[in-house]
């Protein structure tokens, strides 16, 4: 059973979408992230994936106030992404109440640190975040675009001990228009045993079912809750 993983972004604290990763194209849906989260909770969803896009996008985890103020409010499995760079960041964000910490751009530019903190932590507390622009990686918030390809990164990742994953296609990301089916595809070809998430792009219960089918393990929806593409009531 595919688990199905509400999301929210942050910026100035509040519940917000971009498009395509771009700033200026920020669209605010909720000036009150707790309200959402209890939404998502009440409909019975049980996890929830917080990405604090002013984190990422200057490299300091920045909204630690809603992550500390929506783990202390609901029941909700959080993981929470974005601007996670030291160690004391990525306690911090363990003390505020995030159950999973997602990491992305130190994966990549620092794998020591990063490896170090998944040896301490554990697998089932890190979250690897692979932002994708056609098949290599993005970093910083989706800013800088690197020559890594994808599916080396994460088959080498997983055989250190890499077990979970999301992959957001960002050609993808608050479009509506289908996920990125064929390359969740070409990844779980590769690592079958790899837990991984979907990201950006989910419109539709179809592609939610069709993400299923493919083998992955859960899916992070975001914009189509917002604008009532998906509703709540038909998941639970």
Excluded at 44 to 63: C, F, M, S, Y
Excluded at 112 to 136: C, H, M, Q, R
Excluded at 219 to 230: D, H, L, Q, R, T
Aim: include cysteine; hydrophobic fraction near 45%.
């Amino acid at each position: 059973m595919i688990e199905i993983i509400p999301a929210i972004d942050l910026i100035d604290g509040k519940c917000v979408r971009l498009r395509q990763g771009d700033f200026r194209q920020k669209k605010i849906y909720n000036e009150n992230p707790l309200e959402v989260a209890r939404i998502f909770e009440d409909a019975g969803l049980k996890r929830l994936h917080i990405v604090d896009l002013d984190g990422a996008k200057r490299g300091k985890v920045t909204n630690l106030k809603v992550l500390e103020t929506i783990a202390a409010n609901t029941n909700l499995t959080i993981d929470f992404g974005g601007g996670i760079k030291t160690n004391n960041d990525i306690k911090a964000v363990f003390d505020a109440g995030a159950c999973i910490a997602g990491i992305g751009s130190i994966a990549v530019k620092n794998a020591e640190k990063f490896f170090a903190w998944l040896e301490k932590y554990g697998s089932e507390k890190i979250l690897l975040g692979a932002d994708v622009n056609g098949k290599n990686l993005a970093i910083n918030g989706w800013q800088t675009a690197t020559e890594i390809e994808i599916l080396p990164f994460l088959k080498e990742y997983f055989v250190k001990g890499v077990r979970h994953a999301f992959v957001t296609d960002i050609s993808k990301d608050g479009l509506l228009n289908g996920a990125a089916n064929t390359l969740y595809e070409e990844i779980l070809h590769e690592i079958p045993d790899l837990k991984l998430i979907a990201s950006g792009g989910v419109s539709k219960i179809e592609d939610i079912e069709a993400l299923e089918k493919i083998g992955c393990s859960g899916v992070i929806v975001g914009k189509a809750f917002y604008e009532g593409k998906i509703k709540l009531k038909d998941l639970c």
